[in-house]
């Protein structure tokens, strides 16, 4: 990312970082990637969502300088089409960011990247292919997507909800289960999702 971004500079391009998938949970005090790769200062424009980390609400922001900001206030359609968010909306996002910054929130995120750790260790060994990475949404991939839908109904009758992904959300052939991580679970729960994912691998022949 500083390669991109030194890049960008040389030749007076904007830098900008889509961080929905990062923001409150990677990072310093969960400010997402360019905190995690020390670039802050020279990405130009930051987007990210209210909706995973910081919550679960709904919403999103948009991070820049404020000539960006005033273009994109008149310009971006999603945004002219939409209504404001609630002040509810608005405080819970707040509190999560202030959650985050904290030292509670340091310990959400090291709980949570144990439990990714442990997740990805038992459905390896299980025999399930997963997209390598260290991130806490860890993608199961099925390919098929009759398979993803019928992964998911037996994870829900043993307990574990989980949703298939399969086109048009992800390519043709890259059916998954999106598995996401929480500081909420305990280690025993992981444990516990982990063998339930394999049992019901092991009955449809996933594995």
Do not use: W
């Not at 905190?35 to 990210?48: F, M």
């Not at 260790?121 to 990475?133: C, D, N, V």
Request: glycine letters at 10%; a positive charge; charged letters at 20%.
């Amino acid at each position: 990312m500083y390669q991109i971004a030194e890049l960008a500079a040389r030749h007076e391009a904007l830098t900008m970082v889509d961080d929905c998938h990062a923001t409150g949970f990677i990072g310093a005090e969960g400010r997402g990637t360019p905190a995690l790769k020390q670039v802050e200062g020279k990405i130009d424009i930051v987007t990210g969502t209210f909706g995973k980390a910081l919550g679960g609400a709904m919403g999103g922001f948009i991070a820049a300088k404020q000539a960006a900001v005033d273009l994109l206030r008149q310009r971006a359609r999603p945004y002219l089409f939409s209504n404001a968010l609630t002040p509810a909306v608005c405080g819970a996002s707040l509190a999560a960011i202030a959650i985050a910054r904290s030292d509670d929130g340091e310990a959400r995120r090291t709980r949570i990247r144990d439990h990714a750790r442990l997740f990805r260790s038992r459905m390896t060994a299980a025999g399930f292919e997963l997209l390598p990475g260290e991130h806490p949404i860890i993608p199961v991939m099925l390919h098929e997507a009759p398979v993803a839908q019928k992964m998911a109904t037996g994870l829900l009758e043993a307990g574990v909800l989980a949703s298939g992904f399969f086109f048009p959300v992800v390519p043709k052939g890259k059916a998954r289960i999106r598995t996401q991580m929480s500081a909420g679970l305990t280690t025993e729960q992981v444990e516990q999702a982990a063998a339930i994912f394999a049992e019901v691998g092991r009955k449809l022949g996933v594995i």
